[in-house]
């Protein structure tokens, strides 16, 4: 049996991962990045590509930092509206990733940007006061951070 004919095989025996018939449903990122649904789950892929699971994989969605957190709220919303059945988007654990020392200062900016446009802070204190103390971050997304723990 040749590569193909095993890949052909296994794909055919169920493998929900190779399963090209999945449903993009929401473009978030300039590069092509779709999340959408598969077998009642959340995904995210290339269009033509192969869907990676989002639940428990914040990393999957670190893209929607790029939005404004009110332009990501109302498109997930509206997402979760037409997906009736399907668990809520959670982005607490993208949002706690992205300010984490784990990933670059870019997603941290973005992260503190979210939570200044209000994105529930709650249970986020200690990743804010390890941003405030985190030199390698920039004064402003520090100084950010201190202002949204001032607030708590």
Sequence with gaps: MSFLEYYEAWCADGSERFDRKWEP???????????GRLAGRWV????????????GHPISLLVLLERDWSVAQ????????????MEPISLF????????????????????????QGFPREGLRPD??????????????RHGAERLLRTF
């Design 93 to 116: 654990e993208t949002v706690r990733l992205a300010l984490s020392p784990d990933v670059s200062a870019h997603w941290t900016s973005k992260a503190i940007d979210w939570l200044q």
């Design 74 to 85: 109302l498109e997930i919303a509206d997402l979760e509206l037409s997906s009736p059945g």
């Design 128 to 141: 804010l006061e390890r941003v405030v103390d985190d030199r390698r971050l920039s004064q402003r997304t």
């Design 44 to 55: 995210v892929g290339r269009r033509n590509g192969y869907p990676s699971e989002v639940s």
């Design 25 to 35: 449903a929401l473009l978030i990122s300039g590069s092509g990045l779709w999340l």
